[in-house]
């Protein structure tokens, strides 16, 4: 086991190195190298990289130097630069630009150091960017279910009290942020991270489930159970929805 996941790993290695070697790595990594290791690239001095402007600045061979990392030759000229105002250029790999149209200076990485000396940084990196996009989803996922819980509280309070809530109404603004209220409740009481019910496969809180048999089969068909759990959520919406009126 231990042997193939070190097999694995240097696959993946060699795959990254390969990306390299192509110029397919992304310039952001190819900056922290050069930052990082800059002494291996023939600089005595680095400051960078920049948000404007070339990349680095640096000493070589006792001068000062204006330094600018690109994936390959021809994203300096795609990019506009102008070769008279740069003295060295950094790339991952050599392709066929005419050199006359470069920096005096060019400086090809060592692709295996790179994709070596970045692995941790870029590991972290997309431990961290998945954790973030987890986090969005289940936000945009909170938030979705907040907006069903409410209005479906809203909308069974209003039957079954026989209630007439009208829009744009101090009575609205009243039922919106006791509803909201309650299903903020119910989210943390319930955990719906693991919803009660689905509904066609999609998860949905429960209360939303008995909204949607109500809408089709009228409040008088509802189960002795649906009646038990709205009863209680109603109960705790009219008394917020009294203390904000």
């Not at 023939?42 to 400051?47: A, I, K, V």
């Not at 030759?73 to 005419?98: Q, W």
Request: charged share 35%.
């Amino acid at each position: 086991m231990v042997e193939e996941t070190k097999a694995l790993a240097r696959e993946r290695l060699e795959a990254k190195i390969e990306q390299v070697r192509k110029g397919g790595m992304k310039e952001y990594w190819l900056c922290i190298y050069i930052k990082n290791n800059y002494r291996k690239l023939g600089f005595s001095e680095m400051s960078g990289p920049y948000d404007r402007g070339y990349d680095f600045t640096g000493v070589r061979n006792g001068k000062r130097v204006v330094i600018e990392a690109e994936r390959a030759p021809a994203n300096f000229l795609s990019h506009g630069h102008n070769k008279d105002e740069v003295d060295a250029l950094i790339v991952m790999t050599m392709d066929e630009t005419p050199k006359k149209q470069l920096p005096k200076t060019i400086v090809m990485v060592d692709p295996e150091d790179l994709a070596k000396k970045t692995h941790e940084a870029r590991k972290a990196y997309a431990i961290k960017a998945q954790a973030e996009r987890e986090a969005k989803e289940k936000y945009y996922q909170d938030a979705f279910m907040m907006e069903q819980l409410a209005g479906a509280l809203r909308s069974l309070y209003c039957l079954s009290f026989e209630e007439e809530i009208y829009e744009d109404t101090l009575e609205d603004d009243s039922m919106r942020e006791a509803a909201s209220t309650v299903a903020l409740r119910y989210i943390w009481l319930y955990d719906l991270c693991k919803p009660v019910e689905k509904e066609k496969g999609r998860p949905i809180p429960e209360i939303v489930g008995i909204w949607h048999r109500v809408s089709k089969y009228g409040i008088d068909r509802m189960s002795e159970r649906d009646w038990e759990h709205l009863t209680l959520w109603l109960g705790l919406l009219r008394d917020e929805y009294i203390k904000s009126a």
